[in-house]
């Protein structure tokens, strides 16, 4: 969560909390493979824009001579193939025999441009392989590339003069719809050159901007790691800083990680002493962040580790699909509440999805539903409220006849509530028990992929902020925008404080000047929110007010007096029990120890 998600999380928390005590107490191809000639396919001549090509200078006779065998397939001329199904359409370099260019063909960046994930220019993979000549790179090498008939399968072989195979990758794509690339590394033809037991992996990625906000993009971008003990961890999503953390623990895969996409690598063996590092600068407004990731592939796990890629989106149903954990690339919010997200708030949104209702109106119904649903607790807890009410009087009767004595009033308070039947914690345990809804939703919607790109009456995206007035200047905490969606919220806020303090048992002018402040106070921190949440806040605060207005015409309060005058009659002379007993207990002997001292002071 960013920054000043979480400082506005954690201030809309202490609000409701405030309310709470003031206001209410990789196999070989079955088809046919040929290679594909066709500039559908092949784009012969040198590609430009190679960043981390490496240019043949040398003679294969020379480069024999410093790297054996290995050099007689160093020189090359450079041809482009691809791969691709319906959502993703991968290239691939036969000078280096890897990914180059990485195109999700159903999503756009937030400017309406093709979305790439890798480009030549901010990705470069090493495959260092120890062998008798010194460690080479794999990745400089040339192939040459058979393309699948279908055009979903890819071989990229390094072959010598003599018709002998050192290495040959398979690169494929399992279904139509997947954003998944099995690779498969078959290295036996090297293996009499090769000494060591582990590829080294090096791994650059710039993450390039591809959302509109800048700021909250950075503070959703990090490295996601998951252990062979599933365990899932990551770096510092927030930290302005360098982040560098060596990993001992074998990892199952590590995925560079956006808001609404990551590109990840994945094993079902292990990878080992993994060292991630992510960095950024603040100026560079083409890169989010860049990372460098390193780890260590064991050769004796190559021909059953089925290494695959992934390069898609952060939906929660497809990353479910790839692998144990992936999922955990969607965020969900603290452990304590995902599980809301998971069994009910996913598949209610999936459900109403079916309807083609829009968005907006998803939204609304979901709020409704939630709302609803916790209703009840929002009556009782208005019960509560009127009971305090009408004991204010009398509790005004004590505070005038005990004076100063604070701990005298506080245990004919007790007594008081005793007597009645009334629990002033009544209150506060209905609204604890929405806050899990509460900060499950918070989490949710800012998170969710499907709201990218949607528009909503004049948010053009719910996925972020929605702006009616872009400011020439930007104002420290606030921004350069003005959104509308966190304006109707301030106003409904307002609302929402007003209904709570005409129905509070105190009446304290600070505090109420303090609940009235507090929503103009929190428009600094909302308004870089995603619309979709504002919109969500905005929603809720206007069915609490109605919830509100109709509880006070079903709550009866002569009827509650009524009941509360009897209780008083029953529990007359009823000795305290259980809690309140021990409550007694430790304030007579606060207060006798605070006599005691009362006397020995003079």
């Known amino acids: 969560m960013d920054k000043n998600q979480t400082t506005g999380f954690l201030l809309l928390s202490a609000l409701l909390v405030g309310y709470m005590f003031f206001f209410q107490p990789e196999t070989p191809l079955e088809d046919p493979i040929q290679t594909q000639e066709s500039t559908a396919n092949v784009v012969e001549g040198q590609t430009e824009n190679q960043t981390f090509q490496t240019t043949a200078v040398e003679s294969d006779s020379v480069l024999m001579q410093k790297f054996g065998v290995f050099g007689s397939v160093m020189n090359g001329t450079s041809k482009e193939v691809a791969i691709e199904n319906e959502n993703v ?43 008798q000549y010194g460690v080479i790179d794999i990745n400089t090498l040339n192939y040459t590339a058979n393309v699948s008939i279908a055009g979903d399968k890819v071989e990229m072989i390094a072959q010598t003069a003599e018709g002998n195979v050192l290495i040959k990758r398979t690169y494929s794509l399992a279904d139509e719809d997947t954003y998944v690339v099995d690779y498969d590394l078959d290295l036996s033809g090297a293996q009499p050159f090769i000494q060591g037991q582990e590829i080294s992996y090096v791994w650059h990625q710039d993450m390039k901007a591809v959302e509109k906000d800048m700021k909250t993009s950075r503070q959703k971008t990090t490295v996601n790691y998951f252990t062979k003990k599933d365990d899932f961890d990551y770096l510092s999503m927030t930290s302005t800083s360098k982040e560098e953390e060596a990993i001992q623990e074998p990892l199952a895969w590590v995925s560079a990680k956006q808001k609404f996409f990551n590109v990840a690598l994945i094993t079902d063996k292990q990878f080992n002493r993994a060292n991630l590092i ?95 649903v916790l209703y009840p607790l929002t009556f009782n807890s208005y019960k509560s409220m009127a009971k305090m009410r009408l004991l204010k009087p009398e509790m005004d009767e004590l505070k005038e006849k005990y004076g100063d004595d604070q701990m005298k009033i506080q245990q004919e308070t007790m007594s008081l509530y005793r007597k009645v039947g009334a629990n002033p914690l009544s209150g506060c345990i209905p609204m604890l028990a929405q806050m899990p809804f509460f900060v499950a939703l918070y989490n949710f919607f800012p998170n969710a992929l499907q709201l990218r790109g949607q528009s909503f009456l004049w948010a053009d ?140 002071n003079k």
């Open 89 to 131: 359409k991968i290239t691939f370099d036969t000078k280096g025999g890897n990914v180059t260019d990485v195109l999700l063909k159903t999503y756009q960046t937030y400017d309406k441009k093709p979305l790439h994930l890798v480009d030549p220019a901010h990705y470069k993979v090493e495959e260092k392989l120890p062998t």
């Open 278 to 372: 992510s960095d950024y600068n603040e100026d560079n407004t083409e890169i989010v962040k860049t990372f460098d990731i390193a780890f260590q592939i064991p050769l004796s796990s190559l021909e059953s580790a089925n290494l695959r890629y992934y390069f898609g989106p952060n939906d929660y149903r497809v990353c479910e699909a790839v692998t144990t954990g992936f999922e955990d690339n969607v965020y969900l919010g603290w452990a304590w509440t995902t599980p809301l997200s998971k069994y009910i708030f996913i598949p209610i949104f999936e459900f109403l999805e079916e309807f083609e209702l829009g968005y907006g109106l998803i939204i609304f119904i979901m709020v409704v539903l939630v709302k609803s």
């Open 461 to 600: 995206d719910l996925s972020t902020y929605d702006s009616i007035l872009d400011l020439p200047f930007s104002i420290p905490a606030y921004g350069d925008h003005v959104s509308l969606f966190t304006l109707l919220w301030a106003v409904s806020m307002l609302g929402y404080t007003y209904f709570q303090n005409q129905s509070q048992v105190q009446s304290n002018p600070q505090m109420q000047m303090v609940s009235y402040i507090s929503p103009v106070f929190f428009l600094f921190f909302f308004n870089s929110f995603a619309a979709g949440l504002t919109y969500y806040y905005l929603v809720s605060n206007c069915i609490t007010i109605v919830q509100q207005i109709a509880s006070k015409k079903f709550v009866n309060e002569e009827k509650i007096r009524a009941v509360m005058e009897e209780n008083k009659k029953k529990n007359a002379n009823k000795k305290a029990g259980g809690l309140t007993a021990r409550l007694d207990k430790a304030m007579k002997e606060q207060q006798k120890a605070q006599q005691e001292n009362k006397k020995k």
